[in-house]
């Protein structure tokens, strides 16, 4: 099963809590830690290579570019909580470079305390103080209460972090695999499996990600032209632009604008 990059969560980098009652669509991940509890009835979890059955009162939790699904079995309900990286830094910098290697809590205790605060965000999300306090202890509890285990994809994470950094920082300009491959000293077979290996997306289609998110987020100013927002952005012309927009969102960047009005 291949998962998808969940495009349409990096264009909204807030903390959000999403409530289903049902599944919650394709296989897939984004850059933000995602906890799911389960609220009634039971959902078959995955993350990364992880499946568990889990019951209402316990919860799953997927750290930045982990792969995840649930499963409702009959009739279930649960809720998502997403946090953005940029406001758990500290919980980030704790978990360095490993990943969870089992990321289910069962256990009654934390799973009911990492509960109480999220209901306290959902009841209290006017309140910024409250909202972050509560935060740090789901994360505290998290790091006390899951099992963390080394990355054994073979390669150093420092790579990928330096990687990551420089697409980051340069995509916007004209750089591709080869430039990046250069830029680092290795040839680009090897930094393509690399990046695939660790992300599950291709580096070409990661960049042009990137350059979605910003020329949206221009467009939605509704200050600039179409082309000024694809330019600015990174994109080689007009037409790379609207081919690359509609097989991420399946429609022009016209109709997007419009349905997202409709939906504000």
Do not use: W
């Not at 799911?36 to 979890?45: K, P, Q, R």
């Not at 952005?233 to 609207?242: D, I, P, V």
């Amino acid at each position: 099963m291949q998962a998808k990059f969940g495009i349409e969560r990096e264009l909204d980098n807030r903390l959000r809590i999403i409530d289903y009652e049902g599944g919650n669509g394709d296989f897939h991940f984004h850059s933000q830690i995602e906890i799911c509890i389960v609220t009634a009835g039971e959902i078959d979890a995955l993350v990364n290579n992880n499946r568990k059955r889990l019951c209402a009162g316990e919860l799953s939790v997927a750290l930045g570019y982990d792969t995840h699904l649930y499963t409702p079995v009959g009739k279930a309900q649960f809720s998502v909580l997403i946090l953005p990286s940029d406001i758990c830094r500290d919980f980030t910098d704790f978990a360095g470079n490993k990943k969870i290697a089992s990321p289910f809590i069962k256990t009654s205790r934390p799973a009911s305390r990492i509960c109480d605060c999220f209901y306290e965000i959902k009841n209290n999300h006017n309140n910024p103080l409250i909202v972050k306090g509560n935060i740090y202890i789901i994360l505290g509890l998290i790091a006390k209460n899951v099992v963390f285990a080394e990355n054994e994809t073979g390669v150093t994470d420092d790579l990928i972090s330096k990687i990551l950094l420089y697409i980051h920082g340069n995509y916007t300009d004209n750089i591709s695999l080869s430039s990046i491959a250069r830029r680092f000293g290795y040839n680009g077979s090897y930094i393509s499996q690399l990046f695939k290996s660790c992300f599950n997306i291709g580096i070409a289609r990661y960049i042009n990600t990137l350059r979605l998110k910003n020329a949206v987020s221009l467009m939605q100013q509704r200050k600039y032209s179409t082309t000024y927002c694809a330019i600015e952005s990174g994109f080689s012309s007009l037409r790379t632009f609207y081919r690359v927009f509609s097989s991420e969102f399946g429609c022009s960047p016209k109709v997007y604008l419009k349905q997202e009005k409709l939906h504000g």
